[in-house]
T-cell receptor, first 114, second 112 residues
Framework: DTAVSQTPKYLVTQMGNDKSIKCEQN?????MYWYKQDSKKFLKIMFS???????INETVPNRFSPKSPDKAHLNLHINSLELGDSAVYFC?????????????FGSGTRLTVV | KQEVTQIPAALSVPEGENLVLNCSFT??????LQWFRQDPGKGLTSLLL?????REQTSGRLNASLDKSSGRSTLYIAASQPGDSATYLC???????????FGGGTRLMVKP
């Protein structure tokens, strides 16, 4: 199946730990993203990344860092987890503009920090 | 900075009704607009994608319109069914950059 895949689906961890969420897309898309959906269900961009440019939303703490081993993967590393980091994190991808440009989202990773 | 607003925030209708969900955005320099559906505890499913040069898109019982100059889009759902119950999200991609800006969503409940 062509899709955006995230793992794990659920992640429960203690405050202070470091964790990673993996994302892979097999759609041949050029740009990948991480979005955060908070408890009020509002979706907000965290990062946008292609092989040329990383754009970071200025409100994202530097404890969060995206890492892309190749064009099809964009992993999210979170250091020193805090209670307020509990949310659902979505990975997404798009083609470059001029070729349609619709977003495809992964199914989300529900992170709970205890 | 692009801001996207969806009205109403929640809507409850009896089965069979036709309904309209509204989305407005502040920056009309958009590349495209996308409507998504999100079921509780699930991911986002793309419903319709409208390019900035288009005025509407249709898929089955769904029709989305776009008026770029006034900064508005509507999602029309015909003959609503209980299975349509979900949160509907409007999202805008600007000409500049790649990021998608979301509205707060409309939570729809269709009662049998």
């Amino acid at each position: 199946d062509t899709a955006v895949s995230q793992t794990p689906k659920y992640l429960v961890t203690q405050m202070g730990n470091d964790k990673s969420i993996k994302c892979e897309q097999n759609l041949g898309h050029d740009t990948m993203y991480w979005y955060k959906q908070d408890s009020k269900k509002f979706l907000k961009i965290m990062f946008s990344y292609n092989n040329k440019e990383l754009i970071i939303n200025e409100t994202v703490p530097n404890r969060f860092s995206p890492k892309s081993p190749d064009k099809a993967h964009l992993n999210l590393h979170i250091n020193s987890l805090e209670l307020g980091d509990s949310a659902v994190y979505f990975c997404a991808s798009t083609k470059q503009k001029g070729t349609g440009g619709g977003y495809t989202f992964g199914s989300g990773t529900r992170l709970t920090v205890v | 900075k692009q801001e996207v607003t969806q009205i109403p925030a929640a809507l409850s209708v009896p089965e069979g009704e036709n309904l309209v969900l509204n989305c407005s955005f502040t920056d009309s320099a958009i590349y495209n607009l996308q409507w998504f559906r999100q079921d509780p505890g699930k991911g986002l499913t793309s419903l319709l994608l409208i390019q900035s040069s288009q005025r509407e898109q249709t898929s089955g019982r769904l029709n989305a319109s776009l008026d770029k100059s006034s900064g508005r889009s509507t999602l029309y759902i015909a003959a609503s069914q209980p299975g349509d119950s979900a949160t509907y999200l409007c999202a805008v991609r600007l000409d500049a950059g790649n990021m998608l800006t979301f509205g707060g969503g409309t939570r729809l409940m269709v009662k049998p």
